[in-house]
Each structure stands twice: as C-alpha cells, then as structure tokens.
C-alpha cells in the first residue's frame, strides 16, 4: 500500500466568516465557496472549513464542539523568510504562540493558532 500526495484536510469552526478573513490575511487564497464551506489554497494543498452550525452536520458538530477541537493536530506551513513572515503576523494584530525559535534539524519555527485553536506551525528550512 502506498500513497501518492496529501491534498488537503477539513475543519469544522464556530465562526465561518472570522476563519475565512484570518486564513486570507496569512497568504491563503480562496477558492470553491459552498453553503456553510469554504475552501482556501496555498499551491495544491487546500484546508475546507465546515461551519458548525451547518444543520446537516449536527453529530458532526456535536463532535467539532467538544474542548479538544485542534488538540495534537498541526499544519505546517513553509515561509521564505520566518523573521519577516512572524513580524507580519504580529502587525496584522495575530498572536503568535511565542517568537520564532530554532528546531531539531535545524531551521526556524513558530506557532499560530486559528480562531478555533487549529495550530499553525511556520517555518523555514
């Protein structure tokens, strides 16, 4: 068995709106809006947000409410320049989890979390 390429992941979020205007203030690019979804884009990879409060989707959203929404999940995110990218950031108004610090393997790295809690890590080889 064997894969060929991860395409993307989906997300479910309180607060459609909000989570569309903070992915596009990082670099995102929108692409195929439905009722109660929206998909945005860097290169190929793409991220689908699901509203919660989409009715057809109400075990699901059950499930997307619970505390542990975005727990142990991160999406990594290359950046050319991480000192510029983390500056940036911090003028747009974000909070990132700290300032940019070195990684095993070397390269530098910090944490950004989304209006839900999904966990952002930006880096730079």
């Known amino acids: 068995m064997k894969v060929n390429s991860i395409s993307g992941v989906s997300c479910y979020v309180a607060d459609l709106d909000r989570t569309v205007k903070f992915y596009e203030s990082i670099g995102f690019r929108r692409g195929k809006d439905q009722p109660g979804r929206a998909t945005l884009y860097v290169n190929w990879f793409f991220m689908t947000f699901i509203a919660t409060d989409d009715e057809q989707d109400a075990e699901l959203r059950k499930e997307a409410e619970q505390p542990s929404k975005?727990?142990?999940v991160y999406v990594h995110i290359?950046?050319?320049?991480i000192e510029a990218f983390h500056k940036d950031a911090l003028?747009?108004?974000?909070?990132?989890?700290?300032?940019?610090e070195k990684r095993l393997?070397?390269?530098r790295?910090?944490?950004l979390r989304d209006p839900d809690g999904y966990k952002l890590v930006f880096f730079k080889k």
Request: charged share 30%; aromatic share 4%; proline share 9%.
């Open 109 to 111: 790295e910090f944490v």
């Open 70 to 72: 975005g727990s142990g």
């Open 105 to 107: 393997g070397g390269g």
């Open 78 to 81: 290359k950046v050319d320049d």
């Open 91 to 100: 003028g747009a108004g974000l909070k990132p989890e700290g300032e940019p």
